[in-house]
């Protein structure tokens, strides 16, 4: 079995910071891509921030600037640094992970539970 976990989300006023964090746990042979998705009420999920295993990260357009995403694969753990957040942020944050198990040869994209972030204005 494969676990992620996150936590950090919360209630923060436009122009705050929060710091989202996910584990992943298990039978873990190997993690290739992490990333962090959202969903807004009524919206559909949409890819945030994501990082290879190469460490090199991408951005959605809106979040350019103010969002960090990071890693420690020492930890099996990807971060989201939010700052300067506005109502536009709100929503559910969901990590996602490319895992290979065990002595698999598959690599799988396993969720986490997600996490509430809402931006009061």
């Known amino acids: 079995q494969v676990q992620l976990v996150e936590s950090g989300g919360g209630l923060v006023q436009a122009g705050g910071s929060l710091r989202l964090s996910c584990a992943a746990s298990?039978?873990?042979?190997?993690?290739?891509?992490m990333g962090w998705y959202r969903q807004a009420p009524g919206k559909q999920r949409e890819l945030v921030a994501a990082?290879?295993?190469?460490?090199?990260?991408n951005y959605a357009d809106s979040v350019k600037g103010r969002f960090t995403i990071s890693r420690d694969n020492a930890k099996n753990t990807v971060y989201l640094q939010m700052n300067n957040l506005s109502p536009e942020d709100t929503g559910v944050y969901y990590c996602?992970?490319?895992?290979?198990?065990?002595?698999?040869?598959?690599?799988?994209?396993?969720w986490g539970q997600g996490t509430q972030v809402t931006v009061s204005s």
């Open positions: 298990g039978s873990i042979s190997s993690i290739n891509a």
């Open positions: 990082i290879p295993s190469d460490g090199s990260t």
């Open positions: 996602d992970a490319l895992i290979r198990r065990g002595q698999s040869k598959i690599w799988s994209h396993y």
